[in-house]
């Protein structure tokens, strides 16, 4: 199964395919998952300070080994390779904006 469609069905799964979502990926086999979760919290705590409407989720394994941690941002699915703190900020300020312009179009 692609890696794209792997997402879209973890998402499914949880009833998101309709929200703006960062997916972090804690598989066990891109890097520690400690650093996985670490990552996923920390960005959940800067969503939550931003009072972003992104979701921030954790999903199992992309199958992106060797390159973790992994983020994917969705709907429009674009995968990211070793992800830090920083950069998840970045992303998720980038889907923020993103889900504001869709909103006002959609008006």
Known sequence: MGKRRK??????????ENETVLAICVGKRCCP???SCALAEATRAYAAEMHSRVRVVTVG??????????AATYPEIKL?????????????????????????RDL
């Open 33 to 35: 998952r400690e650093e």
């Open 80 to 104: 990211k390779k070793r992800v830090t703190a920083k950069r998840a900020r970045k992303l998720l300020d980038k889907l923020e904006r993103r889900r504001a312009r869709r909103v006002a």
């Open 7 to 16: 997402l879209r069905k973890q998402l499914r799964k949880r009833e998101l």
């Open 61 to 70: 394994c992309l199958d992106i080994c060797k390159k973790g941690p992994i």
